[in-house]
């Protein structure tokens, strides 16, 4: 069975902070690894991993895709209230036409002014 | 503006009633998809289709019903044989080799 594993379950900071979130998997021809962030409602679109080691950065965020490790990290530096929110971590597999995501449980981060 | 409809965003049922949620979008995605999240569970997949008259179960879709006549269009229903409806639904849509999926805002529903 596939499982995606997202530690810390929740956490609190204060603004200026660094987070680190972490993301495993254990799944069956992995193809790709994704960050979205769910602030009330519809989540949204953060990052799509597919090499080992490359980073991929949009402003305050980045993330990183370990394969030999089967995980993945979300960094948000110089964290703003605006952070605060539910981020999610999903692997998709290849080997078929199937393109369905397994997500994991969440990291509910709260920022602290 | 291009996006992912979903109504109503609060339903109310009654025990033994089918309910049936809506989805629409205008993206011109091929695929859709229909996700549960309950609190610290993460999204589950209920259902999805990759193209129009086709779909298939998703990990949980004992309970539920759809139906992909349109491209744009995902209904899904909850019927009286799902044991704990209770739950926020998503629905999802991307394009056909594309996992990067988009979602709506969500239908929050309640069993009275």
């Known amino acids: 069975e596939d499982k995606v594993v997202q530690s810390p379950l929740s956490l609190v900071v204060h603004e200026g902070d660094t987070v680190t979130l972490n993301c495993s998997y254990e799944v069956t021809n992995f193809r790709s690894l994704l960050w979205y962030k769910q602030e009330k409602k519809a989540p949204t679109f953060l990052f799509m991993l597919t090499s080992s080691g490359i980073e991929k950065k949009s402003g305050r965020l980045s993330s990183i895709l370990d394969k030999k490790e089967l995980s993945s990290i979300l960094n948000i530096t110089a964290t703003q209230t605006g952070d605060s929110a539910i981020y999610l971590c999903?692997?998709?597999?290849?080997?078929?036409?199937?393109?369905?995501?397994?997500f994991g449980a969440g990291t509910t981060v709260t920022v602290r002014a | 503006d291009g996006g992912i409809t979903q109504s109503p965003k609060y339903l109310f049922r009654k025990e033994g009633q089918n309910v049936t949620l809506s989805c629409e979008q205008n993206?011109?995605?091929?695929?859709m998809y229909w996700y549960r999240q309950d609190p610290g569970q993460g999204l589950r997949l209920i259902y999805y289709?990759?193209?129009?008259?086709?779909?298939q179960k998703g990990d949980i879709a004992e309970g539920y019903s759809v139906s992909r006549e349109k491209k744009e269009s995902f209904p899904l229903t909850v019927t009286s044989a799902q044991k704990n409806p209770t739950a926020f639904y998503l629905c999802?849509?991307?394009?056909?080799?594309?996992?990067?999926?988009?979602f709506g805002q969500g239908t929050r529903l309640t069993v009275v």
């Open positions: 289709s990759q193209i129009v008259n086709d779909f």
């Open positions: 999802a849509s991307s394009r056909h080799g594309n996992t990067e999926a988009f």
């Open positions: 993206l011109n995605h091929d695929a």
């Open positions: 999903a692997v998709d597999k290849k080997g078929s036409n199937d393109y369905k995501l397994s």
